[in-house]
């Protein structure tokens, strides 16, 4: 074992095989199964796009200034969000935590964003059942909610522990996996910005 | 157990098994196995069919050459009272190459005939084919005839040497037409237009079935195919087109006409210049198919009663609504059923 | 994926790009997308709008992961797992989108 | 179950759990030889389950015209048999293999992540019966395993029947994917020193591929079940075809994750094969690293072939032709693996214990399946074939007679591991050759009936088709399946109750789970062996590995037991069940989910 233990991170976990930490690698093993599960949500709206027989269509819809600041606030989130793990990494948990805060903040902005849209886009007379276009594109952005939403509440919740100081430099890696669920979570909106919005 | 009874057993079987499907084949008559797939009436199965021989010629090479080894090794390697221990070989580069080029050759003589026949076999129509349109129903088939205004049910009627275009739809979910002995299979899928065409080579009618799961009666939906001579075609089409035979108004099958309107067959079901529903097969000339019900029962008065009293009895889960006719409508509407020939 | 991995340095403590990195990767991010939405509204630029767009969030997209996600510095491995079934899921929806006559 | 902790011989002190016995451990236990356990049994129980209902189809087809079952529960039986056989019973009997061996074999003393390992148990457990309830709350689903679109929606299947089914497969799918993650962590970061990627046992090869299939296909099956959910409980319009939807969507969501699935199936039996036939031959197997490099090619080239399930549906020549071409190419590494296990029999000492029967029985079975299966990747011809009961054979040749017999040889082959007892050898062969021959007698006719025309999935047929004597020969073939079935039952239980002693490597294995005692202790090794070799217990170093192995060297710290799991999972099949029972089942196993899953995050471990 003594290859892979001088370079063991973590003093409680077991020295591992590849010297990687575990959980981290069980992480971005879940990010890649969740590339399958997003890429056939957006493969299905692809798809089906321009078959719908009736409307309301996403050019009718779409107000492109709102979600091109909605996605600027998930940008922006990840940025808070990579600062907060550097403080962390760093040892300054009352940094740390504040930047969890804005990167949790930021989130809530862009569900509240999403809740307004869905919320017009319903007013506008698209609902899950209207055609294609609402069932595929409520679908689609309605997960992606989802998981900003469980990331929000956990960033809260690391927020809470980072405050009572329970996120010491040795801990970071909570950090750090949580990070790239959320990077993970804006990468896909990129993906979903792009490909549903600006492209119609 | 002794060794030598207990070596034999895999030989013993692996014979059997051999002379079981020797027999199988050799008995493959059409009147004994009349839906088979391995006695092609048209060009299609027949492109099949080479391309099977072919397949099953490798197949069964590779069958007998590949258990063969096997059972060689096992037998003459199996461990006896003083063998030596083995040498440990790890592997072997040549071999290793070997046995990987020699399938991927016989997957080539095997790939190209197979392209080859599917852009044969999926290329557009010939022109100046007969166009029929076959219509999957849960659970039963439906032909239209455009170019002949003709629509029937359960039995499709084509000319011998005659290449015949069908286009395949559905009216609710998947069904998949299955005609072995023209060719292979092409479901019918909601959305969508398939395309299956083919010119049948001999005279005679043969069987035929939906083959994709499509609810509890798929077990049910099956159909015939007249492959007819032209002039018997001819005949068919001409008759087919006459307007429905009028009965007597005092007769049997008369009442039956009164009765059809009445309870409420002429919602679902068309009868040329008396009833438009479609729900249910076209009756028109129903008296002069040879099957009813999906083509599960012949057309006999007796079967045709029996389905009248109680549709589900007969076919499960059929869309048909039961009336509750009472015996004397049932034997009027069956008389009027049969008439309309 | 082979055994590098033993008797080699891990690689998890590289040395993270600071702060300052990070703020500038934002600032480019947010030039991206102005980009983008700029392209979006321009006629003139309609014609190549698809592959520009594809192109401008596939630069965004990498951005996050190199940086962000610090794949860029972390260990190979972790991009194995990850730019794998990425390439899985793009070759997935172009086949679909193939195979349904999008393009 | 409890007796497998019986003859313990691990010295006092060495671990701080011990083996403790009783109901309460089995529910907290987070050992991974006793999830593999639990795994192994529930699974076998299920796989008789499956078994009946494929008896009763085989009664009720013995003749044409046959009124054993109705017609709707003939649909219920066929659809519930292939649910239960793919996903209750050799799914995770597979799993059962991986959780017990994965670890011994490449030097761990537990999977990297115990509790999940446990979660992932119970949500399968909860699963299975979830959707086996259907049978008694208005009845099973009755679409086929395929659950092809848009037979499946509300319009055209009414009743919780596809409910059922649909979210029972979503609650199965996390079972899946929380295994795979487990094991993909686990092989790359648990290995003992000095064991490369290129020195582990190919059975831990297979697994590693399986898991990753099953992350990445899982995944897509969700989300076409999301969809098929969405459609049937709220009305939107994925599978709507007056909606304007194409229900061939449904059919790539399902065989994209579908075939990768065949090879979750096939994967670990073929690396079961690839342990015992070495060890029975006395020889190392022949080409290792092609045997490791085909088995990562056929998972590879799984996900390239989907539509070959679907040449039927007219997706265009230039498809069809695609299909077939990657799907022929899957034949040469499945051919490769053939020839390098033939290979390593060959020059060797063949030792013909029911292990090994199994084993050269799996090869032999599966050219036959691979054989047929050769036959319908040519699109022309599979237009003949598919939906008919040729290609009933063909799957029942590669899963029967491929994954089960693979199976089978890997339970006689470890169950001396798995259990400290010797299983009888003269109650064995028995069950082997009446397997061979009643599955022979079985499926073989299937070929035939299928080529002459007989559709599958029909629940009765005409007396005129000539099916008849063919289908009466598959029928009486199954009471020879079953037969087979009872002498292995009654051999598990004559070993428990009178089987001989293992000892620690009863076959002269050379992978490192014979280097301990059989059964292992909780903690496996008391000291970690170091490889250096891809034999280690046959190199020149074996007997020294098998000396230390059972050592113990200072404290053990192994982790404790916990019932969160069992808690989490169970509130989480309520949460999800709730689609079908409604909001007063659902919001009560939220609350118990998050009870379960806060307690687990912040119970101390590792």
Redesign the interface.
């Known amino acids: 074992m003594a290859v892979a233990a001088h370079a063991v991170p973590h003093a409680a976990h077991p020295p591992t095989s590849t010297g990687l930490n575990s959980r981290k690698m069980l992480f971005w093993a879940f990010l890649g199964s969740e590339c399958m599960f997003f890429g056939s949500l957006i493969a299905t709206y692809l798809v089906y796009r321009g078959r719908d027989q009736v409307g309301p269509h996403p050019h009718e819809i779409f107000s492109i200034p709102f979600t091109s600041f909605s996605a600027f606030v998930l940008l922006m989130s990840s940025l808070t969000m990579v600062l907060a793990l550097a403080a962390i990494q760093r040892g300054d948990q009352k940094k740390g935590s504040l930047w969890l805060a804005a990167t949790a903040l930021l989130g809530m902005t862009f569900v509240g964003g999403q809740c307004y849209e869905f919320t017009e886009f319903f007013y506008k007379g698209l609902h899950l059942q209207t055609n294609l276009f609402g069932s595929t594109f409520f679908v689609l952005t309605g997960f992606h909610g989802t998981h900003v939403t469980v990331g929000v509440i956990w960033l809260w919740t690391l927020f809470t522990l980072a405050v009572r100081g329970k996120i010491p430099k040795e801990k970071a890696l909570d950090v750090e996996i949580a990070g790239l669920y959320w990077h993970f979570v804006d990468i896909v909106w990129i993906a979903i910005f792009t490909l549903v919005y600006l492209i119609q | 157990?002794t060794p030598s009874r207990?070596r034999s057993?895999?030989l013993r079987?692996a014979a059997g098994?051999l002379v079981?499907?020797a027999l199988?084949?050799a008995g493959?008559a059409l009147k004994?196995?009349?839906?088979?797939?391995?006695t092609p009436h048209s060009d299609l199965a027949w492109?099949?069919q080479h391309?099977?021989e072919q397949?099953?010629f490798?197949?069964v090479l590779?069958?007998v050459l590949?258990?063969g080894?096997?059972i060689v090794?096992?037998m003459r390697?199996?461990?006896r009272p003083g063998?030596?221990?083995?040498?440990?070989?790890?592997?072997?580069t040549a071999?290793?190459v070997a046995?990987?080029i020699?399938?991927?050759l016989i997957?080539t003589f095997?790939?190209v005939p197979?392209?080859l026949?599917?852009?044969k076999?999926?290329a557009k129509a010939p022109a100046g084919s007969l166009e029929v349109k076959v219509v999957g129903h849960?659970w039963w088939w439906e032909f239209q005839y455009p170019g002949q205004k003709i629509v029937t049910g359960s039995e499709l009627h084509v000319p011998v040497g005659r290449t015949v275009a069908l286009s395949l739809e559905t009216a609710?979910?998947?069904h998949?037409f299955?005609l072995?002995i023209v060719?292979?299979?092409?479901?019918v899928?909601?959305?969508?237009t398939?395309?299956i065409w083919f010119t049948a080579d001999s005279v005679g009618v043969f069987?035929g079935?939906?083959?994709?799961?499509?609810?509890?009666?798929?077990?049910?939906m099956h159909m015939k195919l007249f492959v007819d001579t032209q002039k018997d075609f001819d005949a068919w089409v001409a008759a087919q087109q006459q307007p429905p035979i009028e009965p007597d108004s005092t007769s049997l099958a008369g009442k039956g006409k009164a009765m059809f309107l009445e309870v409420g067959c002429a919602a679902c079901h068309t009868i040329s210049g008396l009833s438009p529903g479609i729900i249910g097969p076209n009756l028109t000339h129903v008296g002069s198919r040879t099957s009813i019900a999906g083509s599960t029962y012949p057309n006999h008065p007796e079967y045709v009663s029996q389905w009248l009293a109680n549709p589900q009895a007969r076919k499960?889960?059929a869309l048909m609504t039961n009336l509750g006719l009472k015996p004397d409508q049932i034997a009027a509407l069956t008389a009027y059923v049969e008439s309309l020939k | 994926m082979t055994d590098h991995e033993h008797g080699e340095h891990a690689t998890s403590e590289h040395a993270h790009p600071g702060a300052k990195a990070y703020v500038g990767i934002a600032v480019i991010l947010t030039v991206i997308t102005a980009f983008e939405v700029a392209i979006f509204y321009i006629p003139q630029m309609h014609p190549v709008l698809v592959p520009s767009l594809l192109t401008l969030s596939a630069l965004k997209f990498t951005l996050v992961v190199m940086f962000y996600m610090h794949l860029k510095f972390d260990h190979r491995l972790f991009s194995w797992l990850f730019v794998m079934p990425m390439i899985l899921a793009a070759a997935v929806i172009l086949a679909l989108m193939k195979l349904f006559g999008v393009f | 179950m409890t007796t497998t902790t019986a003859p313990v011989a691990a010295p006092a002190a060495t671990h701080e759990a011990g083996s403790p016995s009783g109901l309460w451990s089995w529910l907290t236990t987070v050992d991974h030889k006793r999830i593999g356990v639990l795994y192994g049994v529930t699974a076998f129980i299920f796989f008789l389950i499956g078994g009946i209902e494929a008896t009763l189809m085989r009664i009720q087809l013995a003749k044409p015209e046959n009124t054993f079952v109705s017609p709707d529960v003939f649909n219920q039986l066929f659809t519930m048999h292939g649910t239960t056989m793919i996903f209750l019973a050799i799914m995770p009997l597979s799993a059962s293999f991986f959780n017990f061996l994965v670890p011994l074999m490449i030097g761990a003393r537990d999977v990297a992540f115990p509790r999940l390992n446990a979660f992932s148990y119970w949500v399968y457990l909860f699963g299975a019966l979830f959707i086996n309830a259907s049978f008694f709350l208005g009845g099973a689903p009755n679409t086929g395993w395929f659950g092809y679109s848009n037979l499946t929606s509300s319009q055209f299947s009414p009743g919780h029947g596809v409910d059922f089914w649909a979210v029972g497969l979503q609650i199965l799918g996390i079972a899946s994917l929380a295994a795979g993650f487990n094991f993909i962590i686990t092989i790359v970061n648990m290995r003992a020193p000095g064991m490369k990627l290129m020195r582990m046992p190919v059975f831990v090869w297979m697994t590693l591929v399986t898991s990753f299939l099953i992350i990445l296909a899982f995944p897509v099956i969700t989300v076409a079940l999301v969809f098929l959910l969405f459609d049937r409980l709220t009305g939107t319009n994925f599978f709507q075809p007056a909606m304007g939807a194409d229900p061939v969507l449904w059919q790539h969501l399902f065989w994209l994750f579908g075939h990768p699935e065949v090879y979750i199936l096939i994967l670990p039996a073929m690396g079961i094969v690839s342990e015992v036939l070495p060890t029975f031959s006395r020889k190392p197997l022949f080409g290792y690293p092609v045997v490791v490099y085909s088995g990562i090619f056929i998972g590879f080239m799984g996900w390239g072939v989907w539509s070959h399930h679907m040449f039927a549906v007219g997706l265009g020549p230039i498809a069809d032709s695609f299909f077939a071409l990657s799907t022929m190419l899957i034949a040469i590494p499945t051919g490769v693996k053939i020839f390098n296990w033939i290979a390593t029999m060959w020059g060797g000492r063949v030792e013909l214990k029911t292990a090994m029967l199994f084993a050269v029985g799996f090869i032999s079975m599966f050219i036959m399946g691979g054989l047929s299966g050769f036959m319908h990747a040519s699109p022309p011809a599979d237009l003949q074939q598919t939906d008919t009961y040729f290609v009933v054979a063909h799957i029942h040749y590669v899963l029967f007679g491929g994954s089960m017999m693979g199976i089978f040889a890997g339970l006689y082959y470890w169950f001396p591991k798995m259990t400290g007892r010797m299983l009888d050898e003269r109650l064995g062969k028995a069950h082997f050759w009446l397997t061979l021959i009643g599955m022979n007698v079985t499926f073989f006719p299937m070929h035939f009936v299928g080529l002459l025309g007989m559709p599958r999935r029909v629940y009765t047929y005409a007396p005129n088709m000539g099916f008849d004597a063919m289908n009466m020969m598959s029928t009486i073939g199954v009471f020879g399946i079953i037969l087979a079935l009872l002498f292995f039952i009654a051999n598990v239980l004559k070993s428990r109750a009178s089987g001989k002693p293992a000892g620690n490597d009863p076959w002269g294995g050379s992978t490192l789970e014979w280097a301990i005692s059989s059964p292992p202790p909780p903690h496996n090794f008391g000291t970690i062996p170091t490889v250096h070799s891809l034999d280690p217990l046959w190199a020149k170093d074996g007997a020294e590995i098998t000396r230390t192995a059972g050592q113990v060297r200072g404290p053990i710290h192994m982790p404790p037991g916990s019932i969160w799991p069992l808690v989490a999972a169970l509130g989480m099949t309520m949460l999800m069940s709730g689609m079908v029972f409604g909001w007063y089942v659902g919001i009560p196993g939220l609350v118990i989910m998050l009870t379960g899953l806060y307690s687990w995050s912040f119970e101390p471990c590792d």
């Not at chain 2, 004994?32 to 391995?38: A, G, N, R």
């Not at chain 2, 063998?83 to 072997?92: C, M, Q």
């Not at chain 2, 060719?183 to 479901?187: E, F």
């Open positions: 157990m207990r057993k895999p079987l098994l079981l499907g199988a084949l493959c004994d196995y009349p839906q088979s797939t391995l492109a099949i391309l099977l397949l099953t490798w197949v590779i069958f590949v258990e080894m096997l090794t096992v390697f199996r461990s063998s030596p221990e083995p040498k440990h070989v790890h592997g072997n071999l290793e046995w990987t020699a399938p991927a997957l095997v790939a197979t392209v026949t599917i852009f076999t999926q849960q609710d979910v998947i998949s299955w072995p060719g292979g299979k092409r479901d899928v909601p959305s969508r398939n395309h069987p079935t939906c083959a994709e799961f499509c609810g509890i009666s798929h077990a049910n499960p889960g």
